[in-house]
């Protein structure tokens, strides 16, 4: 198993301009999560699906981020346009659904290595 | 609402000294899972354990134990001859039964000096 595939894993680009940032899951996985990292937020939860249907977006900071997931197997987060403030480490996570994953002693949210944005 | 606390922002320690971390969390769920994972300097999330909130049995893995409390919603992680290699950023995080949702605690740096 190739684990959770992000890309890029660095992007830098300059402000106002879109950035589309990619996911590929766990094969079998029914959940996906977006989170953001920044020195001064801590690891914040964006927005996360499950069946490739969005359940919270609560997270999402502004209108200028969104996430799609087409299908079980690819999602993006993007940001148009840009802003400096929107550098920060991205990552995508996915795990197995809930009721399911009671009984899996391997249950767990497995995270790609991240994407590295830094926005100029 | 769920959250997770981890009141140790920085921890330095001796290489050999034991380090515990500490993660009081708060929710409404009546079944919830706890983690932990660690964060190396390169970057990449590491899951190091789960629990189940109806399972409160301590466990222990090398030089890892963790000591999870329900009566005081705590979920302790501590590290027994501490070693260079165990300097990361850790973190402590609640998954809820009900949304599928996990959210982390703000991390605790631990720095192990040789």
């Known amino acids: 198993d190739a684990g959770v595939i992000q890309s890029p894993r660095h992007e830098v680009t300059e402000m106002g301009q879109e950035v589309t940032l990619r996911c590929k899951p766990i094969s079998g996985h029914d959940y996906l999560f977006w989170y953001r990292q920044t020195m001064m937020r801590g690891l914040e939860l964006l927005i996360y699906f499950n069946n490739n249907v969005p359940i919270d977006d609560s997270g999402m900071p502004e209108d200028r981020f969104s996430a799609k997931m087409p299908n079980a197997s690819f999602s993006t987060l993007k940001i148009q346009p840009s802003e400096p403030r929107d550098s920060a480490v991205y990552f995508c996570a996915s795990s197995l659904g809930r009721r399911t994953s009671l009984y899996l002693s391997n249950y767990g949210y497995t995270f790609g290595s991240g994407t590295r944005l830094t926005v100029v | 609402a769920q959250k997770v606390t981890q009141a140790q922002t920085e921890i330095s320690v001796v290489e050999k000294e034991d380090v515990t971390l500490d993660c009081v969390y708060e929710t409404r769920d009546t079944t919830y899972y706890l983690f932990w994972y660690k964060q190396p300097p390169s970057g990449e999330l590491v899951f190091l354990i789960r629990r189940n909130s109806f399972d409160e049995q301590n466990e222990i893995s090398g030089r890892y134990s963790w000591n999870f409390q329900k009566s005081t919603s705590s979920f302790n992680f501590t590290i027994t001859a501490s070693q260079v290699v165990d300097s990361a950023v850790y973190f402590c995080?609640?998954?809820?039964?009900?949304?599928?949702?996990?959210?982390f605690g703000q991390g605790t740096t631990l720095q192990v000096k040789p």
């Open positions: 995080a609640l998954g809820s039964s009900n949304t599928g949702k996990l959210i």
